[in-house]
């Protein structure tokens, strides 16, 4: 999995490089979208006009690899949400922890960068 | 005319509307933050205003990457509930002023500002969750109808923070000039810091959010004067939503009142932050 970096920004030509990855995602707000994308990953990943490195991080869950390649985090949170992966596990798989000890940072007054 | 009552700064975190929905409010780890939402719910639950302008993001439901309005306005007699993908929340859907809306429109851009209309919008939980802050137990209907104001904070390079401010004096000018015997409350969501993605996931700065809840009220214009990069350094990516908290700000008269404020961490990943704001300036019989 990617390592993640600490500057990712959606400016616009991350939006244009991210463009299918983040289409694909937001769709996954429609119920039939959700059915359609469980049934075959792959096919709907190739009708939304993914890239193939898109396609292996979406099908991989490569989470921070997503952002890499241009996606959002208000897009993706949406397949987090199909896994039933909360935003904590995300943050989690963002900084290297399990999802209890991001947790427990948050209730300690969250990660301070001074 | 339309008057300006008050104005409320809150966090719009969808996992507050889900402690509401889920009847979770008085667990130990939400009890701190609703406890401190009460006395401001008290004092706005007696001060029910006519219509609410609420200053939100929608975060990729009803508006996506295809096209991004900087400002926009709804112009609907109503607002579904959005499904972001896991259910409606349920509470009721939001009742439009299009009356308003439309006198809005036509004189913020007789004022430069140059606003995009919708007249078709899911309210997502940037709207909702703000007005179950306000309302937690609005029965069939919300108290007051709803003009959404949409700013874009997602995309970069999001309107500056000079901007939403002046955006705000337009909008309050606007509010007053509206030839209707109502009252207004202004509301300015999102915030306060947060980072969702990335190696700085989970950043809280609470000096810069204890900053930003004072000056809010005393120097905005200190808070207008910080860069969206600033924001994005000190407050995280998704910190940058408090420049909404300036439109509302913008849209109060220099004669305020702190009703109540709260601060409490965490809400999910973020600090969440709540002032509210009578306004003075605009109440019948004071000096003009």
Known sequence: ?114 | MARIIWGLATSHVPSIGAAMDNGKTADDYWKPLFDGYEPARRWMAEHTPDVAVVVYNDHANAVDLDQVPAFAIGTADRYPVADEGWGRRPVPPVTGAPELSEHLVRELIDDSFDITTYHRLDVDHGLTVPLSVYCPEPGQAWPCAVVPLLVNVIQYPQPTAARCLALGKALGRAIRSFPQDISVAVFGTGGMSHQLAGARAGLINTGFDRMFLDAIEHDPEKLAALTREDYIREAGTEGIELIMWLVMRGALSDTITRVHETYHVPASNTAAGLALFEDLGDREGAPA
């Open chain 1, 1 to 114: 999995m990617t390592e993640a970096r600490d500057n990712y920004l959606l400016d616009v030509a991350a939006s244009r490089r991210g463009y299918a990855i983040n289409r694909l995602c937001g769709s996954l707000k429609d119920p039939e979208n959700r059915r359609r994308f469980s049934e075959d990953e792959a096919a709907y990943c190739d009708a939304y006009g993914l890239s193939e490195e898109q396609k292996k991080a979406i099908l991989e869950r490569d989470w921070t690899g997503m952002l890499e390649l241009g996606a959002s985090i208000f897009y993706t949170f949406k397949l987090a949400m199909l896994d039933q992966k909360s935003m904590q596990y995300l943050g989690g798989v963002f900084t290297g922890m399990s999802t209890e000890e991001f947790m427990a940072a948050m209730r300690s007054g969250g990660r301070n960068f001074g």
